[in-house]
Each structure stands twice: as C-alpha cells, then as structure tokens.
C-alpha cells in the first residue's frame, strides 16, 4: 500500500520540519514517529501546517481591537497558497504544495484544516457545528497523515478522523484553561449556554471552576462517543492504526486527573508507553 512512497523524495528541510514539530506539537510528534517511514516527513509538515492554522485563532491581544478578523486574514494567507500554488517562500507552504503536487494528500483535507479554525473564529453554534469542527480539524491532521502513508478507502479513513477528534477532545479536557488563556473558544455555544457562560465571558476568563469542570465533563462524553464508533469497526491495518495513534493520549487525557489549579501533569513514561502499548496491540 505504500510501496509507491518509498521511491519518493525526501521533504526538503526534512530536519528543520522534525524540529519544528517536536517543539510545536510534541504529541504529534512522538506518534508519528511511528506511520509508516515513507510517510514521516510528510506528517513532520502536517504538524506545521496544523499549529499554523492554530496559531491562527490564539490572537488574545488582537482580539478585543479586530475581533476575528486578524486570524481569519491568516487562515485566508494559507487559503490562497492552495488555491494559487503559490508558496511565497514560506517553507511550510513550500513543502504542503509539494506533498498536493506528489499526491500524498487532499486539498479538500486541507481546506477542510483551514475551515476547521475559521469556523472556531466565526463562533460554533451548536454540538453539531462544533463536532463538524473537531473532526475537520483534528481529525483532518490525522486524515491527512493516513492519506500520506497511502490509505484512501473512505470508511478506514472516517475511522482515523474519528480518532483525531478524540485526540483534539483530550487535548481540550487536558489544556481548557491555558487554550482559554490563549484567546481562543473552540466550544459551541450551546454548551456554554447551558452552563451559563457565552463566549465573551469564556474568552476573559469569567469562568468558574465548577463551570470549566461541567464543559470537561460534556468533552469527555462527546470523545467516549466518538471510541465507541472506532471500536465498532474491525481492527484497523497496523499502518493506518499508526496515523491515529494521538487518540491513545486523548483518551488518557479524558481519564487523567486535573489538578486543583485546572492544571495536568507532564507527559511522562507511561503516555509513551499506552501509545507504543496500543500499536503493539493493534488496538485503542
């Protein structure tokens, strides 16, 4: 399946994007070290890729000036590179277009990134716009590593999407009051609603303790939802198995104790090993 890969040649800057991943995602990072190795470099850009558009929405000190404005005008920067191929000398662009250029991935996976943190920006307005986000987005970035390693069968790749979003739920359960901190509210405003916040109040830190423990809680739901889909499927092939292998640190996300502070404990040891556990497995 992904014999044709490995006759492909290596992303430019190769050691620069592996760099740059490991200090921008680490959880990415350490699990794709374990996707199929013609398909490695390709996930070291895809990380890039995913915190540009991230970066992209944590705009707290712009914000109260522009409103979303200023990062929809990022998002709508990496918009017009897959559009126009047009790479302006960006090296992250550079290596996103040739990954389209060679195949390994789909624009519309990409766009798809992208619309991910402009929806987030335009405000989610209800669970089904915000599963819709969390799936094209985090679930995207693994997607697109699935279809770099060369799986394209359409039902294994909803399964990784699912997979992504999981890890993007773990992620929110795990760093909710720093993602805060950080100008964004990436939560639909249903939710907020219902416990009595709405995204302004959320966004300058008028939350309460118990608030933030109900929004962890609605999360956790939500990503025990989305394993109960994973687990219906048959065992996932080894490789493809690889490229969602972040889902094993959100569920331990999801499960882990919080801290008094709102804060969680370091990844250590043990998340390493649940995440190479569960490749040896073939299973989540």
Same mark, same amino acid.
């Given at each position: 399946m992904t014999g044709q890969m490995d006759a492909c040649p290596p992303v430019a800057g190769g050691a620069s994007f592996l760099h740059d991943a490991r200090r921008a995602d680490p959880d990415r990072f350490f699990c794709a070290l374990f996707v199929p190795s013609a398909a490695r470099m390709a996930?070291?850009? @895809?990380? +890039?890729?995913?915190?540009?558009?991230?970066?992209?929405?944590?705009?707290? +000190?712009?914000?109260?000036?522009?409103? *979303?404005?200023?990062?929809?005008?990022?998002?709508?920067?990496?918009?017009?590179?897959l559009e126009s191929g047009n790479a302006q000398r960006h090296d992250t662009a550079v290596a996103l277009l040739d990954l389209l250029d060679r195949g390994m991935v789909r624009r519309?996976?990409?766009?798809?990134? $992208?619309?991910?943190?402009?929806?987030?920006?335009?405000? @989610?307005?209800?669970?089904?716009?915000?599963?819709?986000?969390?799936?094209?987005? +985090?679930?995207?970035?693994?997607?697109?590593?699935?279809?770099?390693?060369?799986?394209?069968?359409?039902?294994?790749?909803?399964? $990784?999407?699912?997979?992504?979003? $999981?890890?993007?739920?773990?992620?929110?359960?795990?760093?909710? *009051?720093?993602?805060?901190?950080a100008g964004r509210c990436p939560l639909p405003e249903d939710? @907020?609603?219902?416990?009595?916040?709405?995204?302004?109040?959320?966004?300058?830190?008028?939350?309460?303790?118990?608030?933030?423990?109900?929004?962890?809680?609605?999360?956790?739901?939500?990503?025990?939802?989305?394993?109960?889909?994973?687990?219906?499927?048959?065992?996932? *092939?080894? +490789?493809? @198995?690889a490229t969602g292998l972040p889902a094993v640190l959100g569920l331990r996300d999801m499960r882990g104790r919080v801290d008094g502070d709102g804060s969680a404990s370091p990844r250590g040891v043990g998340d390493r090993l649940a995440v190479m556990g569960a490749l040896l497995r073939g299973w989540v």
């Open positions: 996930a070291m850009v @895809l990380i +890039a890729f995913n915190h540009e558009c991230t970066r992209a929405v944590a705009t707290p +000190a712009s914000w109260a000036v522009a409103g *979303p404005m200023a990062g929809l005008i990022r998002l709508q920067w990496w918009r017009d590179v519309e996976t990409l766009e798809g990134i $992208i619309m991910a943190r402009e929806c987030e920006l335009d405000g @989610l307005p209800d669970r089904a716009a915000w599963q819709a986000s969390m799936l094209d987005g +985090a679930g995207g970035v693994q997607v697109a590593m699935a279809q770099a390693a060369g799986f394209t069968e359409s039902t294994l790749l909803s399964r $990784i999407r699912l997979m992504g979003g $999981i890890y993007g739920v773990g992620a929110l359960v795990r760093y909710l *009051p720093a993602v805060l901190r939710a @907020l609603a219902h416990v009595g916040l709405t995204r302004d109040s959320l966004r300058t830190g008028q939350a309460t303790p118990a608030q933030i423990a109900s929004l962890r809680d609605g999360l956790r739901q939500q990503g025990r939802e989305w394993l109960d889909m994973v687990r219906e499927g048959p065992r996932l *092939p080894r +490789a493809a @198995l």
